[in-house]
């Protein structure tokens, strides 16, 4: 019983590490996508969007399977809701790399409007935070969870200035409105991605220390080890 | 034993109503603080979310000390999970209004766009499928809950409208560029906050039929009662 309930949480843990995998990878191909002006690849991250909404189902089957016909302890139950959460968050960031990957399709019908140079760093920056965020998970880091969380606040420095900069061009030169207007919309939903990302850092710390840090102060969390 | 689950349900039940009732409010009163050009209001709304916030933490707690210390039969395991992820849909549309505020106060200080119209009405339905959707679950019926997940079509279609429109002021004359955005950035929102509101209504069909319908066709779902 014991050895069966190990293999149902490892087969749980690798599923979730599978649908990790493909997000970073829609989240990484979405932005390539737009630099090296290739619409194949957004339409790549479109398509794979099924097979990640799919894992998020059956991930919330194994959880209730589990939940439903074990009785799970205290930390074990943690894992089960985190993984449940952490698919979800999973599913919406995917969502965002769709949405990415769809502006982009219209973007490069048209020249563009400047070197990328800010986007990128964007999303390679969030595409660090999840995959620190599913590492702190793995090897059950609250302390690598909760670095990932205070990273959050440079995604979102980052996103208002592209916000005034796009904005600038916009007014200075409307036959930019377009293009500006959904770079603007990518910077967004990486923004989101971010975000999600920071959620799946606050559910890690929980699963980990039982411990509920959000909308908390940064002086209430000196003591996460 | 018996007596004592049933009033920790119906604690766990009215305290997700009472963050429904609140999210609600949340997002009609952003609205009206836009439409009445009342900054007060607006800023009420976003006063509100720590409160909205904290549910979310207290729900996350019961959910778990019932899963904990009790074996929770397959309906109620499904009751208690739907009721976490709904607490955790409410408190992203708690986020949403608090943009949609966020962005009033800026619009409030500038002379309006023009008269808001579409804006009000989207708002007046992504409230409605809230609403909808927490009745659904208080009712225990999958039916209606299918339907509030049917009107998001409805919603997009008015986001999209609004999006061309915007678009074209923007174009049309620079000095609108910074109001529209934000109109558009409220849009999105509201967009958002039916997408929330549809995951609910998801959510309850799971809890009542055990069933899971994310990302079916239509012709799937004929036989919900």
């Known amino acids: 019983m014991e050895r069966h309930r190990d293999q149902e949480f490892e087969a749980i843990r690798q599923l979730l590490l599978r649908m990790g995998g493909l997000v970073e990878r829609m989240i990484s191909e979405a932005m390539a996508s737009l630099v090296e002006r290739d619409t194949s690849r957004a339409q790549a991250v479109i398509r794979t969007d099924s097979e990640v909404d799919q ?4 991930l919330d089957d ?3 399977a589990v939940l439903a016909l074990q009785q799970p302890t205290a930390v074990d139950l943690r894992f089960l809701v985190a993984v ?8 919406r960031m995917g969502d965002s790399a769709v949405n990415v990957a769809q502006a982009v399709e219209v973007l490069n019908l ?7 140079i800010d986007l990128p760093r964007l999303a390679a920056i969030t595409q ?19 670095e990932v969380t205070k990273r959050d606040d440079e995604v979102d420095g980052l996103y208002k200035q592209l916000f005034r900069e796009l904005l600038s061009y916009m007014i200075e030169d409307p036959r930019t409105t377009t293009r500006a207007l959904h770079l603007l919309l990518i910077a967004r939903n990486y923004e989101r991605v971010a975000d999600h990302a920071t959620n799946i850092g606050e559910d890690v710390v929980f699963y980990v220390e039982g411990r509920d840090i959000r909308h908390l102060e940064a002086t209430d969390l000196a003591d996460i080890r």
Do not use: T
Not at 55 to 58: M, S, V, W
Not at 84 to 91: T, V
Not at 129 to 145: E, H, K, W, Y
């Open 55 to 58: 894992i998020e189902k059956d």
């Open 62 to 64: 194994a959880c209730h």
């Open 84 to 91: 449940m959460k952490i698919a979800n968050d999973l599913e």
């Open 110 to 116: 048209e020249p563009p409007l400047k070197p990328y």
């Open 128 to 146: 660090e935070m999840v995959r620190d965020a599913l590492d702190s998970f793995v090897r059950r880091d609250a302390r690598a969870a909760y």
